[in-house]
C-alpha cells in the first residue's frame, strides 16, 4: 500500500471514530448547547447592498430580507422592524415567517420586513437608519437592547483579530457535542478566562462600564426616534424580554457547582430542583458568596426577585436588565413616541416572570416566543396603521418551574 493510501486510510478511520464519538456523546449528553457568538458590524464594511430593486441588508446570513425599494404604489402598509438576534437570525430552523416580524405581518395582513441582524446595536442600527428610512415604512419598530450590553462583554473578549478568529472557530465548532464536553473538561477549572492566556483581556462588565452603556444607549436610540420623527414615521420602541432562568455565560465558582450537584457541562438552565439540599450546603461552605450558587438557589425556590437582581448584576449580561428596560421607557415618555413594554406583558404571562417556555437560551426565542412578540408589538403598531390588533399570546402551560428544564436543548434531551 502507498504512503498516500495508508494516510487516506488512516483519515477515515480517524473520522469514523470521531464520528462514532459524536454519536455517543449526543446520545450521553443530548444535542449540542447553541453557542452565543456574535457577529459584530462595525459601520467599516457594507451594511446595507443597494440593487437595482432597492436596499437589502447585507449583514444577514441566512432567511434574507430581500432588497426593498420605495414603491409609491404599494397596496399593502410597510412596517420595519430594527434589532438584533432576537428577530432575525437566533433561532436556527425556522422559517422568516416564524420569526416576530413575519410573523405580525401575516397577523395584521402587512408588509413587515426585518432588518435585524446578529450582534446588530444601536451603534450599527444607526449606521443603517437613513437607508431605512428611505424606504418611507408607515411604521418602524426598534426591538433593541441585548446587545447594548452582550457586546461589551464580546468585544472586550474577541477584541482583536486573533481573538475574533477563535470566536468564529468555537461557534462552528459548538455544532458539535463532543467538542462542548472535551472543552469544558479542559476549561471546566478556569474562572472567567479567555480560550489563550496570550490573548486575556479586560471583559467582565463592571459598574462604570454598564453605566455608559445606558446612556450610549439612550443618547443612540433617541437619535433613531429623531430620525424617523423628522420623516415623518410613527416609531413603536419596545422592552426587552429575557429568560430569567439562564445563567451568566460563564459560572464563576465552577468547583462549587460541581459539588453542588450542577451536572451540565456548561452553563445552562438544566432542572435543579432534584439537587440535594446536603449537596448545596457544602458547595455554599466552599464559596459563600458565590452568584452561581445564588442563582441554583433562587431557581430552586422560584425566586423571581432574587433572579431579577442577578441577572441585574450579571458580570456577563448577554441580556437586557431592568434599568436597560428603564430607559425604552423613559425615551418613549419623553419624545411621544409609542410604547410597547414587552417585558411587562411577558411577566404577565409568566405570573410575575418571563416564562422560560418562550426562549430557548438567555434570550433567543422559540417559535412560541416570536409569536407572542409579534403579538406584544401588534398592540403598538395595529393602532398607528388603523388595523384591529390581534389577541395576546396564551401564557404558557407547560415550563412553568423555574426550577425545571428552562432552555430548548435541555427540553430536547428530555423529549430525546
Known sequence: MSKIAKMAAGLMLSVAILGLLE?????????PVPELAATLPGGDGELIRRTTDGIQPAYQATRRQAAVGLDQARERRRVVWLGGSSIHGGTQGITRS?????????????????????????VSIGAIIEDVVSIE?????????????????????????????IARWRARLGQSRLYQALEMTLRGREILALPSATTEGQFVVTATTRNEVYW?????????????SENGIPVVLATLMSNPSAPSIEFQCPEAMKRAGFSAVRPEAVPVDGLLEADIEVATAMAPQCPDLMWLKARRAGDARALDALRDADP?????????????????????????????????AGGGVEPCAWFIDPMHLTVAGHDALARMVAQGVAPLLAVPPPPLAPAPTVERNMGGCCTEACRARRDF
Open 216 to 228: 450610549r444607549y439612550e443618547e443612540r436610540l433617541r437619535h433613531l426616534v429623531s430620525v424617523a
Open 23 to 31: 454519536v455517543l456523546a449526543r446520545t450521553a449528553l443530548g444535542p
Open 98 to 122: 416564524q420569526e416576530a416580524p413575519g410573523r405580525m405581518g401575516d397577523l395584521l395582513g402587512v408588509e413587515s420586513l426585518n432588518f435585524g441582524g446578529i450582534g446588530m446595536d444601536t
Open 137 to 165: 415604512p408607515d411604521v418602524l419598530v426598534v426591538y433593541t437592547g441585548h446587545n447594548e450590553l452582550g457586546n461589551a462583554v464580546f468585544t472586550g473578549r474577541y477584541s482583536g483579530p486573533s481573538t475574533a478568529r
Open 316 to 348: 456577563l449580561p448577554v441580556r437586557a436588565d431592568r434599568k436597560l428596560n428603564a430607559v425604552v421607557r423613559r425615551v418613549a415618555g419623553e419624545t411621544g413616541v409609542t410604547l410597547v413594554d414587552v417585558d411587562g406583558f411577558a411577566r404577565v
